[in-house]
């Protein structure tokens, strides 16, 4: 998992419980306060008042009732304001089952509407879906300007992530290999089905046209290689471009720039492109005994015949380091604080370096701080993500990095805290020389949301015989999706389940720890919440259903 998506927290695995069917909040399933489980309620509140007033929707010859609860959620509100709250009322599991419980009744119901098809009456696929019919209550504010383009539509998951936006006033548009008519029956009429293949970059241009959000649902139908690379590698970078390509052309058509654009700082493609980068080198501490016997350091960058350039040399000096450094110039009116990190495309010989900015104002740099962010490379060509926020002080007691007060770069190599990397093959390896392949530094944008939704997986539940191949490919495509400048959320669900959903309270974490299940339609669920909140852009996570830790491994709750 790469470093710039992961939490802060990662030695506790991470719980947080939220109910189906409401959009989410900066106080949903995305916080950062960590308390530790102390008890497990086991009586669930009563669900709705049977005297409720009912409405009823016929669906496939079932008739589903939805309850009206409106005013049993004001009595609630009311109840909870003037109840004293103990300590088993601000358990975390508590509350989360609660929430679930309270709203059970009303979610068995809609969730049944998953099973909507094409052989409904279009007249009732109307009414709910246009006409603000008995589903108008779960409508979110501006969904009907925004286009979710869904890639995989006819999966598991993606069957049911169609109807959910439909029923919540989305246009959707629906990526299709073939539209035969099994095809066409899976899918409610209201649904722009377009056909394309992911694999083939030519056919996703009609596809992307007017979309503003995806959600990637799409898997590999069997465990071949070509297969893997082509769906959930390929097809993911793909997608990614052709979305990138058209924001670009809307940008230019209105004589701007797309927001979603990534600011390119520095690209070495010649001589000339090194103009202004200083190799440097120093040390943190002079020790007088030690420095006859050191063999030096050194370091140069040039531009090779090969056409790279290359960063390398060695630190043989006890606390000796080396540097490249360079003042930055960004295009006029560009500033980096509409961005909210950096991404580098390098290669070489798997070393980690320190990359440093310096923030203050220009006209007087004596003024500046220094932050400073750890970069990990590996042997061979790689694109290394890093977020303004991930920088720390070098003083501790200066403030928070600002971007917009940045004006100079520096990359230093040091010999200390190095480790050899895994594709070195038990060849010894001499951890104080380096070698750094630059091809580009750019700046990634920053937004409000979530642009693409990918849904991964964690591995478990796959054969062990296929698990690695799978996982790889899997990896890769999350790795195109995050250097593609797009805000990004990916959901690696547990083994999926076919069941309603809404019924059980969900685990998040981190650290391919989780083994337990999921329901399709809280899959669902979780992509639909993450298209419009500002805490889901930019994360990663695992998924699944509530379980009991073993003995001396309780879980943590993630709450807000």
């Known amino acids: 998992m790469a470093t ?14 939220w109910r189906p069917g409401s959009s989410l909040s900066s106080s949903d399933f995305f916080g950062v306060s960590l308390i530790p489980t102390s008890s497990t309620p086991n009586n669930y509140p009563s669900g709705a008042n ?16 939805i309850v009206d609860d409106r005013k049993q959620q004001q009595q609630l509100q009311q109840k909870s304001k003037s109840m004293t709250l103990g300590l088993d009322d601000v358990n975390p599991v508590g509350l989360g089952r609660k929430s679930r419980q309270i709203f059970d009744e009303v979610w068995k ?101 007017g979309c503003n959000k995806i959600i990637y649902c799409a898997t590999a139908r069997s465990t071949i290689t070509g297969d893997l690379i082509r769906v959930d590698h390929q097809g993911v970078y793909n997608i990614t471009k052709a979305f990138q390509d058209y924001n670009n052309k809307l940008a230019q058509l209105r004589a701007g720039k797309s927001s979603k654009s990534k600011l390119l700082l520095a690209k070495f493609k010649s001589e000339e492109s090194l103009d202004g980068w200083e190799v440097r080198q120093g040390t943190y501490f ?8 050191d063999g030096g350091m050194d370091a140069k960058f040039e531009f090779t015949e090969t056409g790279n350039a290359v960063f390398e040399g060695y630190v043989f000096t006890r606390g000796g380091y080396v540097e490249l450094s360079k003042k930055l110039t960004l295009p006029l009116g560009s500033t980096l604080d509409r961005y909210e990190g950096l991404i580098l495309s390098v290669g070489g010989n ?76 038990g060849i010894k390896q001499d951890l ?35 698990r690695e191949q799978v996982l790889k490919a899997k990896r890769a495509g999350e790795d195109s999706l995050r250097r593609s400048g797009l805000g ?3 959901v690696r669900p547990g083994p999926l389940q076919e069941e309603p959903g809404g019924q059980r309270a969900l685990i998040f974490d981190q650290g391919n720890r989780i083994s337990q299940g999921i329901s399709c339609a ?39």
């Open 4 to 17: 710039a998506t992961a939490l802060h927290h990662h030695h506790h695995l991470h719980v947080q419980k």
């Open 50 to 65: 049977a005297g409720e007033k009912r409405r009823i929707i016929s669906c496939q010859n079932n008739n589903e009732d």
């Open 109 to 209: 119901k809609f969730s049944g509407l998953g099973q909507i098809s094409r052989t409904i009456d279009e007249s009732l696929d109307t009414v709910l879906i246009r006409e603000g019919g008995p589903m108008c209550e779960f409508t979110i504010p501006g969904a009907q300007n925004t286009t979710v383009l869904v890639i995989g539509a006819t999966s598991r998951i993606g069957r049911i992530v169609v109807r959910k936006l439909m029923l919540r006033g989305y246009n959707v548009k629906a990526l299709v290999r073939k539209a035969d008519q099994e095809v066409i029956d899976m899918l409610p009429r209201s649904v722009e089905i377009v056909i394309g293949d992911v694999g083939e970059p030519s056919t996703l241009r009609d596809a992307i046209q």
């Open 286 to 293: 002079q020790d007088v005994v030690a420095t006859k016997y």
């Open 350 to 425: 798997g070393r980690s370096f320190i990359l440093i900015l310096e923030a203050g104002p220009s006209a007087d740099t004596s003024q500046s701080k220094m932050y400073f962010a750890r970069m990990t490379t590996k042997v061979g060509f790689c694109r290394v993500r890093l977020p303004f926020s991930s920088f720390r002080p070098v003083k501790p007691d200066d403030p928070p990095l600002d971007p917009f007060l940045i004006h100079t770069l520096t990359i230093r190599f040091e010999p200390r805290r190095q480790r050899a990397p895994e594709a070195s093959s």
């Open 432 to 466: 104080r020389s380096f070698k750094l392949i630059m091809e580009y530094i750019k700046a990634l944008p920053t937004g409000p949301e979530t642009d693409f939704v990918l849904v991964s997986c964690t591995g478990s539940g796959i054969e062990p015989s296929r």
């Open 488 to 490: 990004y959320t990916i």
């Open 522 to 560: 809280d899959v669902a669920d979780i992509c639909v919440k993450a298209l419009h909140d500002s805490s889901a852009r930019n994360k990663s996570f695992d998924v699944c259903y509530e379980y009991m830790a073993e003995q001396g491994k309780e879980l943590y709750e993630l709450v807000c």
